[in-house]
């Protein structure tokens, strides 16, 4: 089982940036796939950006995020980071990190474990 717990969120400008982290605790990270996944209030859960736990950890982005937000991770820390930049209001959500995957990586419900979610609010 593995545990995550992430961190960073806040209020920010529209054009800002913020940089939030996913501790991870448990399992073995470097064999992990890890996530990021947006909700804002009244959507559904939706995809962010994900990296691999092979190929040096390769990325995949959501169209809308593609060019502003990067996830990195570090294994040596059990850390999974997302460097969100140009932030607009429509990034506003709570950001969720996730690991366990067992089906199509852009589906929320093919995610096993979910940390608690930090809120991140864009001010236009």
């Known amino acids: 089982q593995v545990q995550l717990v992430e961190s960073g969120g806040g209020l920010v400008q529209a054009g800002g940036s913020l940089r939030l982290s996913c501790a991870a605790s448990g399992r073995t990270f470097s064999s992990l796939s890890l996530a990021w996944f947006r909700q804002a209030p009244g959507q559904e859960r939706e995809f962010v950006a994900h990296?691999?736990?092979?190929?040096?950890?390769?990325?995949y982005y959501a169209d809308s995020v593609k060019g502003r937000f990067t996830i990195s991770r570090d294994n040596a820390k059990k850390m999974l980071y997302l460097q969100m930049n140009s932030l607009k209001p429509d990034d506003t959500a709570v950001y969720y990190c996730a690991t366990d995957v067992r089906g199509p990586r852009v589906e929320p419900s093919s995610w096993g474990s979910w940390g608690q979610g930090t809120q991140v609010t864009v001010s236009s």
């Open positions: 990296i691999s736990w092979s190929g040096g950890g390769t990325t």
